[in-house]
C-alpha cells in the first residue's frame, strides 16, 4: 500500500529542507465521470480502510464549483507533514485495486503541489465545509504573510471556528500563482455576511493594505465531501 500511494505522492509534493512541523500538500483536480461521485468515495473508502494516518497527514475530497477555463469537478489533496513518514499499515492488493478502477472514473486534468504557512483549525466540516480560495502573487511574500496573521489575531473573534489558511504554490503553480488564502464557511451566504463584516471595519481594511501589493489571480469554492485522517 505504502508503495501504492507513493507513486501519486511523490509526483505532487516536494520535499523542502524544512522542519518536521511544516505541512505539504499535493493537489489532483479531476474531471469525475458523470454519476461515479459516490463511487470514487467508495473506492476510498476500501482502499484506506486499514491505513492510519500520522502527524496530521489527512486525504480530502472535494467538489469544485464551476469555474472558468476550468472543467475539473473535484479535487483530491494529500496534506503531508515534510520529512516524517505520513502513514502506515493498508493492503497491496487493495491498492492496486484501487488503481484499476481510479482510472475508470476519472481524468486527471492538473496536478500542483506547495507548503501552509500559517493555519488555524475550524470546529470541523459539520460546521463549515465550504472553503473560499484566493490565489495571489504577493510583490512581497513575508510582508503579506505578517500582513495575514495580523487579520487572523486581530479578527480571532469574527474568524472563530473558521479554517483560515495562508501557504505557497511550489510546484506547477496553477495560473501562475505563488500563494493562496483559504477561509471556510457554513455556504456562500455565511461567507459573504462574514465579508460583509470585516469590510464595513476601518481596522480591517488598513491591515489587508498592510499585506502591500499582490495580484489576485483568481478565487473559487469548493465544498469537502470526505476527510480522511
Known sequence: MKKIFFLISSSLI?????????????????????????DLIKAHDVALESVKFLHGAQIIIERLNKQKNNEATHRIIWLIPLGEEWFEGGNEDKGQ??????????????????????????????????????????????????????????FKDDLNGRVVGFGTY????????????????????????????????????KLIAER??????KDYTVEILKVYQ
Open 97 to 154: 485495486a484501487f488503481w484499476a478502477k481510479y482510472g475508470n472514473m476519472v481524468e486527471t486534468t492538473n496536478q500542483y503541489s506547495g507548503r501552509i504557512l500559517s493555519w488555524q483549525e475550524g470546529d470541523g466540516l459539520e460546521e463549515n465545509r465550504d472553503i473560499h480560495i484566493w490565489d495571489y502573487v504577493p510583490e512581497n511574500p513575508q510582508q503579506f504573510k505578517v500582513g495575514h496573521d495580523k487579520i487572523v489575531k486581530k
Open 170 to 205: 511550489d510546484l506547477h503553480r496553477p495560473d501562475n500563482a505563488t500563494h493562496w488564502v483559504a477561509v471556510s464557511g457554513k455556504n456562500h451566504e455565511d461567507h459573504m455576511m462574514l465579508y460583509d463584516k470585516l469590510q464595513g471595519n476601518s481596522e480591517f481594511t
Open 212 to 217: 502591500g501589493n499582490a495580484r489576485a489571480v
Open 14 to 38: 516536494l520535499t523542502f529542507s524544512l522542519s518536521a512541523q511544516t505541512m505539504s500538500f499535493g493537489v489532483s483536480e479531476i474531471v469525475v465521470k458523470e454519476g461515479f461521485e459516490d
